[in-house]
């Protein structure tokens, strides 16, 4: 009887000890979208300003083991000048995550922007940003 009790106090401290693992807050994970959203809009003004190589170094380096500096380029000078400049770029939603589908777990921000174009009135960038160190680099981005 007295085994049986131990294992019960021990399951208990175990359980107890797992709900008081560290968990960021909702400050802290605001606090990390807010980061992240402006490290986004600084690629984004690389990518609006025709600066496709300076903007693969503000990527992740999973980014960058998935396209190379000078694939990057074409595909952006294929897809995005036919848009013409941003009339508008307004944040629809950012989300804080620590786990997303195909990349290792982490901290992550997704970012969705809807856009307006001079040629395109209505589209959806979407940047995911990864942290890295204390950097935030993008590791993911598309235009819908």
């Not at 401290?13 to 490290?39: D, F, G, M, R």
């Not at 998935?66 to 074409?74: D, H, N």
């Not at 989300?95 to 922007?113: M, R």
Request: proline share 5%.
């Amino acid at each position: 009887m007295k085994s049986s009790m131990q294992s019960i106090k021990i399951i208990l401290l175990i359980i107890t000890l797992l709900h008081s693992l560290p968990v960021l807050s909702s400050a802290e994970q605001n606090k990390h979208e807010t980061e992240a959203i402006k490290a986004a809009k600084l690629f984004l003004q690389l990518v609006d300003g025709g600066q496709y190589q300076t903007s693969w170094d503000k990527t992740a380096p999973i980014f960058k083991g998935q396209v190379s500096q000078a694939k990057w380029s074409e595909m952006l000078a294929g897809v995005r000048p036919p848009f013409g400049p941003v009339i508008l770029r307004v944040i629809k939603m950012a989300k804080f995550s620590t786990s997303l589908p195909g990349v290792p777990d982490g901290e992550y921000v997704t970012i969705q922007f809807a856009t307006s174009f001079e040629k395109k009135s209505e589209a959806i960038e979407t940047v995911t940003m990864a942290r890295i160190e204390d950097d935030w680099q993008v590791a993911g981005y598309f235009i819908k």
